[in-house]
């Protein structure tokens, strides 16, 4: 059984020098200051300019990639506040106190702020663009006569098919943040831990045997070392931290229900038909047998409430009012569905066992799956986002086009040519620094090319959307 006093560890993988003065006049703990440091870097600050759905939209309605971070940060802490009280209360651990219940708030409240602070340009889209690159082309480009594919371990190779903006949020706190030392923003074990969705490597990922541990990987071959130090720490090996689950429902919340929002004021679904869907999923639920319990959850009566309550209110836009105040409303339900999820399997989860999501047999369940659905029909496969997503790749693909084959030479005493020379240049100095940090500790050629090429991977993933079209702008001479 996973223990509350080692998964809540405060260690650092690295410690700034402090005065005995300033140590006692900080009253802050570990996980508070994990918070100031997160708002105060610049990698939070680049989520303002980064994708959620509709990519460089102008409308100051649509949700960004810090705008999304800052609502799952805020529902995430609120299911931690409803589960510590509930074990609290209903004395289901004895070893979870007030003070542990401080410590998950302030764990769940910045891991929801960091929890896509890797993801590139783009959206989701951007990831999958990423990884069609290297599936097509890795194998293409050769170093020292021979097929980058062959000179690479598996699991190098492995971990560019499979990039994943998760473990690249691992990898841009705990490295690519460089301001003090090579320790990123040199956050808490617990935190570090809470942000691994997935505890597998990139070989390890199996997402047909049902565990949503192994659904995708959760840390590339360059921080495995770090994962299983930490993980050796807190006793988490294999398995996934407790507050990932939380972090996790807090995330589909947040974006399911956001989804909804953000389609329904860009026109891709009316009031109507978003009704007539939720009705629709709700019948085929109940037909399939799932758990439906209209009493405790029905999303069309909420919204029936809410547009009526607009009607009697003489609101200019009804449909909007209704909308909006029903997926407020929901979100609160969908809280409550999670926070059973976890209350209800807490002996499975501790042991590490629990193979689900929180809303896994709940009445929630099905409300969720629709919304996803929902969104996907009428607002990602829809013509502005397919659009969106033709144009992201043709930026995505020509960065990845000019960038990794420049690096495949860089720091090997080779000649590079004259482009590829400028084009490294124009890779951030601080990527550059931390490629040399890491490179200089090692004397294996394989694994010096590995890391040139996570190199682009953090220099393209780092890039806002704005970024990345005005330097593919730029370099096609497009003024």
Known sequence: MMEWKRLLSPKRVGNYAKSSNVRSSDLR???????????????????????QVFALDKSDFIRTRLTHSLEVSSFAKS????????????????????????DICDILQCAGLIHDIGNPPFGHFGEEAIRDWFVRKLHTLNFHGKPVTEVLTNQMVQDFYHFEGNAQALRQVTKLHFLVNENGMNLTYALLNTIIKYPVSSEEINPESGKIAEKKMGFFHAEQPLYEMIAKEMGTTGMRHPLTFILEAADDIAYRTADIEDAFKKGCISYEKLRNEL?????????????VDLKRLDPVAMMDHQFQNAVKRGVTDPRLYAVQNFLVRLQSSLIFCATYGFTSNYKKIMAGEYQHDLFYHTYGDWVIRALGDIAYRYAFISKPILQMEVSAWTILNF???????AVIAYDTGEPLNMMDKKLVTLISENYRQIYRLYSEKTGDEREKLYLRLLLVTDFVSGMTDSYAKDLYQKLNGIS
């Open 399 to 405: 960065h990845m086009d000019h960038f990794v084959p």
């Open 79 to 102: 299911m931690g506040q409803n589960i510590a009280q509930y074990l609290i209360e209903n004395h289901i651990d004895t070893s979870f106190t007030q003070e542990t219940k401080a």
């Open 279 to 291: 009705g629709a999923a709700c019948k085929k639920a109940v037909e399939k047998g799932e758990l």
């Open 29 to 51: 703990s570990e996980f508070e200051k994990d918070y100031h440091r997160i708002i105060g870097s610049s990698s939070f600050r680049r989520l303002q300019d980064k994708t």
